[in-house]
Every structure is written in C-alpha cells, then in structure tokens.
C-alpha cells in the first residue's frame, strides 16, 4: 500500500474514522493501532507479518523486564540488537541475491548493516 494509492487514502479514512469512534479507553485504542498496522504492513506482503509480531513480541517482552528488573540497559540493548540483527540478514540477502548490483554478498552485508561501525 503506497501513500499516494486511492487504497491507502481509504485505509487511512477507515483508521481515522474507527479511531473516533472508539472509546479513549487505553486497550480498545491499542487493538485498533495493532490491527490497522497488521492491515498496512501485510498488504504489501503477508509474510513481513511474522517479522512484526517477533519484534513486536521480543520489545514487549523487554519492555516488561525493564518495569521489573533493575537491568534496564541490559534489556534495552539487547531489544534493539534483536530487531537490527533481525534485519540485517533479510535486507542482505535481498540485496546480495539481486542480479542488478556488481557488489559481493559480503560487500553488500557490510554496507548495509555495519556501516556505523566504519
């Protein structure tokens, strides 16, 4: 779904719409974000769903540590070196596999993940 798509504009009326209509309640406006962001992502690809729900599930799981444990870096590191380590590979491959690129795999992983590291 591009943003300049007649889909998009009705998603987007849609989305506004349900979010007046429901309640300022807390749980009722979190289902609401979750479903419109599985409807956004997944229209373009439903397999990146699988990919959402781990990061979601891996920073809702950190986030419960740090409200409970004093290790509140230590969750919070390891929470974005899952998600980053988690598309590093997807984007490599991708990358590495196109026939349209002259880089190496390993040309193509280094620039796009550890480019701040350089």
Same mark, same amino acid.
């Given at each position: @779904?591009? *943003?300049?798509?007649?889909? *998009? %504009?009705? *998603?987007?009326?849609?989305? *506004? $719409?349900?979010?007046?209509?429901?309640?300022?309640?807390?749980?009722?406006?979190?289902?609401?974000?979750?479903?419109?962001?599985?409807?956004?992502?997944?229209?373009?690809?439903?397999?990146?769903?699988?990919?959402?729900?781990?990061?979601?599930?891996?920073?809702? %799981?950190?986030?419960?540590? @740090?409200?409970?444990?004093?290790?509140?870096?230590? $969750?919070?590191? @390891?929470? @974005?070196?899952?998600?980053?380590?988690?598309? &590093?590979?997807?984007?490599?491959?991708? %990358?590495?596999?196109?026939?349209?690129?002259?880089?190496?795999?390993?040309?193509?992983?280094?620039?796009? &993940?550890?480019?701040?590291?350089?």
């Amino acid at each position: @779904m591009l *943003f300049n798509s007649s889909v *998009f %504009l009705v *998603f987007a009326a849609v989305f *506004f $719409l349900a979010w007046k209509l429901v309640p300022p309640r807390k749980q009722l406006r979190w289902a609401v974000l979750i479903v419109a962001s599985s409807v956004f992502y997944g229209w373009w690809d439903w397999r990146f769903l699988f990919l959402l729900a781990g990061t979601g599930l891996v920073d809702f %799981l950190a986030a419960l540590g @740090m409200a409970r444990y004093r290790a509140q870096k230590k $969750l919070l590191v @390891m929470s @974005m070196l899952s998600n980053v380590g988690r598309l &590093c590979p997807n984007r490599s491959v991708r %990358l590495g596999d196109s026939r349209r690129t002259s880089r190496s795999h390993e040309e193509t992983h280094n620039s796009a &993940c550890f480019t701040a590291s350089r």
